[in-house]
């Protein structure tokens, strides 16, 4: 119980005189103090509390099927108290527990010494079916929640390691680099497959909260894949022009190799050495050196049909 504030008032000389006195002339040791009520009380030490006489301990015969059961209970104790008391020697949890005192259930919230229980008195004690029901339906939701939980932590770790291997493909593809199509596709459906396990999964509150937490993320990561696939199947420029390059510099290499395949020819046969430095362009075909057919001079000229260009 809480303790009332309470204020020592200066009483009129005369009280103060009747009570120092006692009213016979002898001195009293006892202080006074004034309620908020208006009440004159003897002032209480801190410690008046604290030496009050415990309740007294009483001894019941609780009886259960055949067997009757003494406990040793205080006597300020209430039912409910009794009742957890009961559950080691009759083996029944205390919420499938019913006490009869005077062929009338008692609530176990009620105390005993306020429902007339003294020592050596009788109590029934039967068993509740329907709180053990209640109690046991209970249980089982716990325990499936539990697991439910259970459950989306197991998936939540294996998102976050596919999550590792989506940033790597993003890292990559946003670089101009490329992927694996097939290595894409694998980790749809792996992701497709947690999010199949989450669908499964029955819950109400924090757990129906974490489930849709977890679809949201998953069902992220599969439209970042769709994009990245997208992307990754696109030629790049880059590409592109190395493949023109390669085609440019094979073509020239075609165009100059039978120019000096005759060339060589040529100055074998003549036994004269013709050097000569070409410029090679893209739109116009090599020009050829056609020997003279004239036989009276040693040295033989070559000669070029030019084309002027404007």
Same mark, same amino acid.
């Given at each position: 119980?809480?303790?009332?504030?309470?204020?020592? +008032?200066?009483? /009129?000389?005369?009280?103060?005189? !009747?009570?120092?006195?006692?009213?016979?002339?002898?001195?009293?040791?006892?202080?006074? &103090?004034?309620? /908020?009520?208006?009440?004159? =009380?003897?002032?209480?030490?801190?410690?008046?509390?604290?030496? %009050?006489?415990?309740?007294? +301990?009483?001894?019941?015969? =609780?009886?259960?099927?055949? $067997?009757?059961? &003494?406990?040793?209970?205080? %006597?300020?104790?209430?039912?409910?108290?009794?009742?957890?008391?009961?559950?080691?020697?009759?083996?029944?949890?205390?919420?499938?527990?019913?006490?009869?005192?005077?062929?009338?259930?008692?609530?176990?919230?009620?105390?005993?010494?306020?429902?007339?229980?003294?020592?050596?008195?009788?109590?029934?004690?039967?068993?509740?079916?329907?709180?053990?029901?209640? *109690?046991?339906?209970?249980? *089982?939701?716990?325990?499936?929640?539990?697991?439910?939980?259970?459950?989306?932590?197991? $998936?939540?770790?294996?998102?976050?390691?596919?999550?590792?291997?989506?940033?790597?493909?993003?890292?990559?593809? %946003?670089?101009?680099?490329?992927?694996? &199509?097939?290595?894409?596709?694998?980790? $749809?459906?792996?992701?497709?497959?947690?999010?199949?396990?989450?669908?499964?999964?029955?819950?109400?509150?924090?757990? #129906?909260?974490? *489930?849709?937490?977890?679809?949201? !993320?998953?069902?992220?990561?599969?439209?970042?894949?769709?994009?990245?696939?997208?992307?990754?199947?696109?030629?790049?420029?880059?590409?592109?022009?190395?493949?023109?390059?390669?085609?440019?510099?094979?073509?020239?290499?075609?165009?100059?190799?039978?120019?000096?395949?005759?060339?060589?020819?040529?100055?074998?046969?003549?036994?004269?050495?013709?050097? +000569?430095?070409?410029?090679?362009?893209?739109?116009?075909?090599?020009?050829? /050196?056609? /020997?003279?057919?004239?036989?009276?001079?040693?040295?033989?000229?070559? #000669?070029?049909?030019?084309?002027?260009?404007?």
């Amino acid at each position: 119980m809480m303790a009332m504030k309470t204020k020592e +008032t200066t009483l /009129p000389a005369e009280i103060h005189g !009747r009570l120092a006195s006692g009213g016979g002339g002898e001195p009293a040791a006892r202080e006074w &103090e004034l309620r /908020p009520g208006g009440m004159l =009380v003897q002032k209480r030490s801190p410690d008046s509390d604290r030496i %009050s006489i415990p309740p007294p +301990t009483i001894s019941v015969r =609780v009886k259960y099927g055949s $067997i009757y059961h &003494e406990i040793h209970i205080n %006597s300020h104790a209430t039912f409910g108290e009794l009742k957890k008391m009961l559950t080691v020697p009759t083996g029944l949890h205390h919420q499938d527990q019913k006490l009869l005192y005077k062929e009338k259930e008692r609530d176990s919230k009620a105390f005993l010494d306020m429902a007339g229980v003294k020592d050596k008195s009788k109590i029934v004690l039967i068993e509740d079916p329907i709180s053990q029901e209640k *109690r046991l339906l209970e249980m *089982r939701k716990n325990a499936k929640m539990e697991k439910a939980s259970k459950s989306i932590s197991e $998936i939540s770790l294996e998102v976050d390691s596919l999550a590792g291997r989506v940033s790597a493909f993003e890292s990559i593809i %946003s670089k101009g680099g490329r992927v694996g &199509e097939k290595d894409v596709v694998i980790l $749809i459906e792996l992701l497709m497959n947690q999010l199949l396990k989450l669908d499964g999964i029955m819950g109400d509150g924090d757990v #129906k909260l974490q *489930r849709k937490m977890q679809v949201k !993320r998953v069902q992220k990561y599969v439209e970042t894949l769709d994009m990245l696939k997208i992307k990754n199947s696109m030629p790049s420029n880059n590409g592109a022009q190395t493949k023109m390059q390669t085609q440019h510099r094979h073509t020239n290499g075609q165009n100059l190799a039978p120019i000096q395949e005759q060339q060589s020819k040529h100055s074998g046969s003549e036994g004269v050495v013709v050097t +000569t430095d070409w410029e090679t362009f893209d739109s116009s075909r090599a020009l050829l /050196p056609i /020997p003279s057919t004239s036989k009276g001079n040693n040295s033989v000229q070559p #000669k070029f049909p030019w084309e002027f260009f404007d």
